[in-house]
T-cell receptor, first 114, second 115 residues
Framework: GAGVSQSPRYKVAKRGQDVALRCDPISGHVSLFWYQQALGQGPEFLTYFQNEAQLDKSGLPSDRFFAERPEGSVSTLKIQRTQQEDSAVYLC????????????FGEGSWLTVV | AQKVTQAQTEISVVEKEDVTLDCVYETRDTTYYLFWYKQPPSGELVFLIRRNSFDEQNEISGRYSWNFQKSTSSFNFTITASQVVDSAVYFCALSEAQTGYALNFGKGTSLLVTP
């Protein structure tokens, strides 16, 4: 597709359930980012991939959060044993080769933990 | 510490007024990039503009203009003759080497344009 695609758009999970959020970046984009955006806040960095290598995961809030990009294209953000504080929008973004290039965002996956 | 500060939390203007959104950033890098994004109620972050630290030339694009001043570490954004469709949250973001050039966002300014 032309843009960054994320699925599901909306997810309601019961507390304790595991969830998996998928991101399909713009074709050919080598860099992929995950962000978490709580209601009324700016996006907060979670993790960053360069091709299949996860170069920075300093923003992952706990070891319940795990991200992968095994073939350097599609990425999955997995949250284990979800808790209410995990409720947020999870934004995926991608960037073509070049650090200063524009980072393009998907529409986000809205996660609500009940 | 907050690297990008958007002091204005909410701004409300009447259609056709001009409005300036303020952004102040903090970095020790000499090479960095600054961005503005718009987030309408639908939620998607829409890219508006990118500037690198070596390009202080200000620009006008239609109703949008930007004022980048390294001396004051500011990257302000102005909408001329605002329209109702401009209502959104606007985010300023910094990209620098020490964070792998990931985006570090401010908290956003919510702009409401009323008819």
């Amino acid at each position: 597709g032309a843009g960054v695609s994320q699925s599901p758009r909306y997810k309601v999970a019961k507390r304790g359930q595991d969830v998996a959020l998928r991101c399909d970046p713009i074709s050919g984009h080598v860099s992929l980012f995950w962000y978490q955006q709580a209601l009324g806040q700016g996006p907060e960095f979670l993790t960053y991939f360069q091709n299949e290598a996860q170069l920075d995961k300093s923003g992952l809030p706990s070891d319940r959060f795990f991200a992968e990009r095994p073939e350097g294209s599609v990425s999955t953000l997995k949250i284990q044993r979800t808790q209410q504080e995990d409720s947020a929008v999870y934004l995926c973004a991608s960037r073509s080769q070049g650090f200063g290039n524009t980072i393009y965002f998907g529409e986000g996956s809205w996660l609500t933990v009940v | 510490a907050q690297k990008v500060t958007q002091a204005q939390t909410e701004i409300s203007v009447v259609e056709k007024e001009d409005v300036t959104l303020d952004c102040v950033y903090e970095t020790r890098d000499t090479t960095y990039y600054l961005f503005w994004y718009k987030q309408p109620p639908s939620g998607e972050l829409v890219f508006l503009i990118r500037r690198n630290s070596f390009d202080e030339q200000n620009e006008i694009s239609g109703r949008y203009s930007w004022n980048f001043q390294k001396s004051t570490s500011s990257f302000n954004f102005t909408i001329t003759a605002s329209q109702v469709v401009d209502s959104a949250v606007y985010f300023c973001a910094l990209s620098e080497a020490q964070t792998g050039y990931a985006l570090n966002f401010g908290k956003g300014t919510s702009l409401l344009v009323t008819p």
